[in-house]
């Protein structure tokens, strides 16, 4: 496009050059002559503007990336997709171009590489896996993340007030400390509490050692199960149940995420509450998932793609949005196969908790509108 511009210009100066120069009707057909090509460059630039889309026409390509597929990450997806929609990025105006990696993490590679090379206006990552992969690649292209749990930590900003590179975006961080308050309200003489988690998630480092520091304080003991695949995770899972622990806490962790749906049967019948950093996984069966709300996260992350691309924003200055997640969403068939009283253990939360909402075993969300 740039150069097309400058091309216009080179002749428009080659036009006013030629005219002062050599007889009357030579400068008539030089000119002539020059101007139809000065003419043939602008049309030319004219649909270069056309065919890049983005700033011309107001349309924008947009590209979405995430690592797996999960109820939390499909709402925040979704609801980014509708707000830009609201804000009239409407089909005709805005192309998202959206890859899952299917928990494959060389399809990841390929994905993110993919978008670096692309002709996109701005990328939006989900959760730490998918930010790291595109942001590793330094593209010019602005990346927008969401859900990503420490983005300073996993070394993706420098810090939340100025990430300092062409990213900022949306952190779904976890207070730590108020889930250990949930399974002291619910069981005040826990002793043991078990630690589930894959130890090569970024997004699971900075949680389990606040809740380490947090349960040493208390005098609370605690044991580490880990996994990096599903296999795994379940056999985590035994080990904790053999393991006789009181309950078992779970940070956002995209591994044990998606093992889920295999495990959380393994804690009712032994009468294990586990507690979880987001409601996706109340929702595949874990007995409580509390954090931020997602749709609103979603929301958030579609204001400050809209910011970037309408209002040119620049992502190294724009800072890192974090939320109150404060929401306790209780499976309420858990809850029951535990032995728990639903309505006592709401009495329990409520003073740690700005919302306690219901949930029961399903898939996804749109299984449970259903």
């Known amino acids: 496009m740039k150069k097309l511009l400058s091309a216009v210009c080179i002749l428009a100066m080659t036009a006013m050059t030629l005219a002062g120069c050599g007889s009357s009707s030579t400068q008539e057909t030089k000119a002539a002559t020059t101007e139809a090509a000065v003419s043939e460059a602008a049309s030319e630039a004219s649909e270069a503007l056309d065919s890049e889309g983005a700033k011309a026409d107001g349309s924008y390509t947009v590209g979405i990336i995430q690592l797996i597929e999960n109820g939390a990450f499909n709402d925040m997806r979704e609801g980014f997709i509708e707000e830009l929609q609201a804000k009239g990025y409407t089909e005709d105006k805005l192309t998202v171009d959206y890859k899952c990696a299917q928990g494959d993490a060389t399809n990841l590679q390929t994905i993110a590489q993919s978008m670096a090379d692309g002709d996109y206006d701005l990328v939006c990552t989900i959760a730490t896996p998918a930010t790291q992969a595109m942001v590793n690649l330094e593209t010019d292209t602005p990346v927008v993340f969401s859900a990503v749990s420490d983005p300073v930590g ?5 810090n939340l007030d100025a990430p300092g590179a062409n990213i900022t975006g949306t952190s779904d961080y976890l207070d730590t400390a108020s889930i250990m308050k949930l399974i002291q309200a619910v069981n005040p003489d826990v002793k043991k509490i078990g630690l589930l988690y894959d130890i090569g998630q970024d997004s699971s480092t900075t949680a389990i050692q606040e809740a380490k520091d947090y349960l040493d304080k208390e005098g609370i003991e605690y044991v580490e199960r880990t996994g990096t695949t599903t296999d795994e995770v379940q056999l985590a899972a035994d080990a904790l149940v053999a393991d ?7 940070p956002t962790d995209n591994t ?14 032994a009468g294990i509450p586990q507690y979880t950093g987001a409601d996706s996984f109340a929702l ?25 691309l309408m209002n040119d924003a620049d992502p190294a200055t724009t800072s890192v949005e974090t939320f109150d997640n404060g929401t306790a969403t209780v499976n309420t068939e858990t809850c029951e196969g535990l032995g728990l009283d639903l309505e006592t253990v709401k009495k329990d939360f409520e ?3 700005t919302q306690v909402n219901e949930i029961v075993t399903a898939e996804s969300f749109d299984d449970v509108e259903k």
């Open 154 to 158: 996993s070394g993706l900003v420098e």
């Open 351 to 353: 003073p740690l908790c």
């Open 284 to 308: 595949n069966g874990a007995f409580v998932g509390y954090g931020v709300d997602y749709a609103n996260l979603g929301q958030k992350t579609a204001d400050m793609i809209a910011d970037i």
């Open 244 to 250: 006789g622990v009181d309950a078992v806490f779970t």
């Open 256 to 269: 044990i995420m998606t093992a889920e749906l295999s495990i959380y049967e393994k804690f009712i019948d």
